[in-house]
């Protein structure tokens, strides 16, 4: 697999942030709130709302991003469209 790039990374995070801030909207602040009104295991929400971190001293990163595939998925659960999840000031 590819090395992702610092705009990548930035781009990943970001995705990461809107998942969460789409869910506590619609759900509030617990994702556990989320698992029972959608039916979505735990760790997949915690998966989708994950950061990549990259270590200071080593550069080494840990984390990884979601496919477009995972994000309009989520989309689905929700019912927004791809284009809705991306009309945000975040990706601007």
Request: glycine share 6%.
């Amino acid at each position: 697999m590819a090395e992702l790039s610092k705009e990548k990374i930035i781009l990943a995070n970001k995705i990461a942030t809107r998942i969460k801030n789409l869910r506590e909207e619609f759900t509030g602040s617990k994702q556990m709130d989320f698992v029972r009104k959608y039916n979505v295991e735990k760790q997949i929400i915690s998966r989708w709302e994950s950061q990549i971190k990259i270590d200071e001293n080593t550069g080494k990163k840990s984390g990884r991003g979601i496919t477009i595939y995972t994000v309009d998925e989520f989309c689905k659960i929700i019912g927004i469209t791809l284009k809705d999840f991306f009309d945000d000031d975040l990706f601007k």
